[in-house]
């Protein structure tokens, strides 16, 4: 499977930016799909996670949650990342992932994208 976010840029605190994943080169219907994050010397983060189509279970790390809104559409194969509110903090790279696991994607995943870079100014 063959991950590309596209999306990123920079957004004022209090804004929004939405991410894209677009998926090939497999079933997009088998995996769960999600995010991370990783800001310059920190350790990768969790972001979002959303089950595989029909379920539509979803889990966000605590930094997140009431802000990130993560959804995907089947027929296009691709995964967003909806982000509200935004703060400083939310600088990092963002990486799609996918693993056939939804509860697995929120520790580590099979597939990874190419990562996009989201700076938030104060």
């Known amino acids: 499977v063959q991950l590309q976010a596209s999306g990123g840029g920079l957004a004022q605190a209090g804004g929004s930016l939405r991410l894209s994943c677009a998926a090939s080169?497999?079933?997009?219907?088998?995996?769960?799909m999600g995010w991370f994050r990783q800001a310059p010397g920190k350790e990768r983060e969790f972001v979002a996670a959303i089950s595989w189509p029909g379920r539509d279970t979803t889990f966000y790390g605590d930094s997140v949650k009431g802000r990130f809104t993560i959804s995907r559409d089947n027929v296009k194969n691709t995964v967003y990342l909806q982000m509200n509110s935004l703060k400083p903090e939310d600088t990092a790279v963002y990486y799609c992932?996918?693993?056939?696991?939804?509860?697995?994607?929120?520790?580590?995943?099979?597939?990874w994208g190419q990562g996009t870079q989201v700076t938030v100014s104060s």
């Open positions: 992932a996918a693993h056939e696991s939804l509860v697995v994607l929120t520790t580590r995943a099979d597939y």
């Open positions: 080169g497999g079933t997009f219907s088998k995996y769960a």
